[in-house]
């Protein structure tokens, strides 16, 4: 243990950053979680060593190689999250939907990736009508509402779109970083979305090198939906969690939906 770099030159850092700091470094990867407790004791992080920080950490040092990803330990985390920090996010969610000015209303909310019922909640609290449906590529538990375990890709395929849709990513893009394709999708570009994403940071970029681009930057998700817009954006930094990583609040509205035109079959006969 005695290669572990002492935490001094990153003590004016956010915790976030020490969290990826630790679980970046090699020689705790095959460290069973009470040896990582100790260590963070070690370090007088006892801050971290609480149940629900060392259950990301965990997910973050078995992440290591991508395909092990165990989502099961990511979501018991991501679910307390959302729920300790509900009002906070909450918060966050109206500010970026206010700013984004053309908001209409909402019928329909797809929580892409949902992973957990946390954010329907908070979801469901900003829209009291809207129809909340939580999308992922595994199954979900959710006892309040309907899921369909689905990949984006497809799902995005079969949806028809709509100004009244709102399509909610929460922590997507950086699983696969290939699937920001889905922001320009063509079903997606013509409802309304709301990204929440990790914000940028010298540990994100070393986890981008090391997963060969499939952990990408919250600057890509923004430029693509300016690239894709036609309507108003928004993008608002914030730290989720007080204790855990900060992130980008991103909104975007198209200004108007407009219909595809059907074309009048030609009577005449004439070309
Ligand atoms: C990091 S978790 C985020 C969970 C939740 N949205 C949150 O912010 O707390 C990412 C989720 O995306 C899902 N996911 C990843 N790729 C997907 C895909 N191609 N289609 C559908 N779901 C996917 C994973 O199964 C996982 O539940």
């Avoid at 509900?86 to 939907?97: C, D, F």
């Avoid at 538990?141 to 497809?154: C, D």
């Avoid at 290939?178 to 994100?204: M, S, Y």
Wanted: glycine content about 4%; overall charge positive; some cysteine.
């Amino acid at each position: 243990m005695s290669m572990i770099p002492t935490l001094t030159n990153v003590e004016q850092e956010s915790i976030a950053e020490i969290v990826h700091l630790i679980s970046l470094y090699p020689l705790l990867y095959d460290e069973p979680e009470e040896e990582v407790e100790r260590i963070l004791k070690s370090f007088g992080l006892e801050h971290l060593a609480h149940k629900k920080y060392l259950t990301y950490l965990m997910y973050c040092l078995d992440a290591y190689t991508p395909d092990d990803r165990d989502y099961e330990k990511l979501r018991d985390t991501l679910y307390s999250n959302s729920i300790d920090n509900a009002k906070l996010i909450k918060g966050k969610i109206q500010e970026a939907l206010r700013i984004g000015a053309h908001c209409p209303a909402i019928k329909t909310i797809y929580d892409i990736g949902a992973g957990h019922e946390g954010y329907a909640d908070i979801l469901q609290e900003v829209y009291p009508n809207a129809k909340i449906i939580l999308i992922d590529k595994a199954k979900i538990k959710s006892t309040k509402y309907k899921t369909k375990k689905m990949t984006a890709e497809k799902f995005l395929d079969n949806l028809k779109p709509s100004s009244s849709t709102l399509l909610f990513f929460s922590e997507f893009f950086h699983c696969k970083g290939r699937a920001k394709k889905l922001l320009v999708h063509n079903n997606a570009a013509r409802c309304c979305i709301l990204v929440n994403e990790l914000l940028n940071n010298p540990f994100i970029k070393f986890r981008l090198q090391q997963t060969d681009g499939d952990l990408i930057q919250v600057s890509d998700v923004v430029s693509l939906l300016k690239l894709n817009g036609n309507g108003s954006d928004t993008c608002i930094r914030h730290s989720r969690y007080e204790t855990m990583f900060p992130y980008y609040m991103v909104s975007y509205y198209p200004i108007k939906f407009v219909k595809p035109k059907k074309t009048p079959p030609n009577r005449s006969g004439k070309l």
